[in-house]
């Protein structure tokens, strides 16, 4: 009795392992950012008053797609990701999920979920998922071993989700706020990636990765990238509210936290360290949500 009770433990402790392995794959914080970018572009589209079943479809569509990309992103790495202490435990260079089984689950939910958003949402969205796709995998990911100007080809695809957020709900596309979000969210990526690259550049090296942090020893182009963009951050990011009525006290939120991250490019930038790195990367982890829910609380600011 007690031998069958442990097998059925050992068994459901393996099934959970394996789930485990399958969530990692697809890169969960990437994607929940994924998802709130898209859920808060669209209340934002719709000046608060959105469609919500129309929003959950949109972040079950934009999960699948977003969930294909990470896992074909970890396939394609697997080599260099079995070559860093960040990334060798991964399921793939880990040896717990084979290639073929991968290669599965990207091109699965890349086509429910493409075909889901297509058929529950509309077409464009679905298109912009698929663009954003291919921009990711088939641009970004093999640009890392190329040549450091994939940040900014990766910031185009981290950027992308807010026009899916407002092309699920039909928002007005004269209206200039769409441009002004896409713009804060793809700026926003430089100070954050710099961080990133910094603090693991040997890994980077290690493997090849023409990281700005690898190519110049000396920091000064990641440093000037890291401050460019929070300098850039700070009018569009004024812009994303444009003229809603009463709404100065948001102003004057957004507007400090794109000082707050500045502060810290700044300081990276004159003096890049892990100290100075970490200190960015978490002001840049703080920024980006709290501008986001700043503008959601737009619509009741009267």
Request: include cysteine; charge should be positive; proline fraction near 5%.
């Amino acid at each position: 009795m007690s031998a069958s009770v442990l097998t059925y433990d050992e068994q459901a402790e393996s099934q959970r392992a394996r789930l485990s392995d399958y969530v990692e794959l697809t890169k969960p914080r990437i994607s929940i950012m994924v998802m709130v970018t898209v859920a808060i572009t669209a209340c934002i589209a719709r000046h608060g008053q959105p469609d919500f079943l129309v929003i959950i479809h949109a972040l079950v569509g934009t999960m699948l797609t977003a969930a294909s990309a990470s896992a074909m992103n970890q396939w394609m790495e697997r080599r260099l990701d079995s070559r860093m202490p960040r990334t060798e435990n991964r399921p793939i260079p880990a040896g717990r999920i084979s290639g073929q089984q991968v290669l599965f689950l990207v091109f699965a939910s890349l086509v429910v979920g493409a075909l889901y958003l297509a058929v529950m949402v509309n077409p464009l969205t679905s298109a912009l998922s698929v663009v954003t796709w291919v921009i990711y995998v088939a641009l970004y990911t093999p640009m890392k071993t190329r040549t450091p100007l994939n940040t900014a080809v990766g910031a185009v695809s981290g950027a992308l989700p807010v026009l899916m957020g407002w092309a699920a709900v039909e928002g007005d596309w004269t209206d200039a706020r769409w441009a002004a979000l896409f713009l804060m969210v793809f700026f926003w990526q430089f100070p954050h990636f710099m961080a990133i690259a910094y603090l693991y550049r040997q890994q980077y090296e290690q493997v090849g990765m023409k990281m700005w942090t690898v190519v110049d020893p000396s920091q000064r182009r990641s440093g000037i990238e890291a401050v460019v963009g929070a300098l850039a951050v700070l009018p569009v990011s004024m812009a994303t509210i444009g003229a809603v009525p009463d709404s100065r006290v948001q102003l004057v939120i957004v507007f400090a936290l794109g000082v707050f991250q500045l502060v810290y490019a700044i300081r990276y930038c004159m003096n890049a360290n892990e100290t100075t790195a970490r200190k960015l990367l978490r002001a840049s982890l703080i920024y980006l949500p709290l501008v986001l829910f700043t503008l959601l609380s737009l619509p009741m600011a009267g």
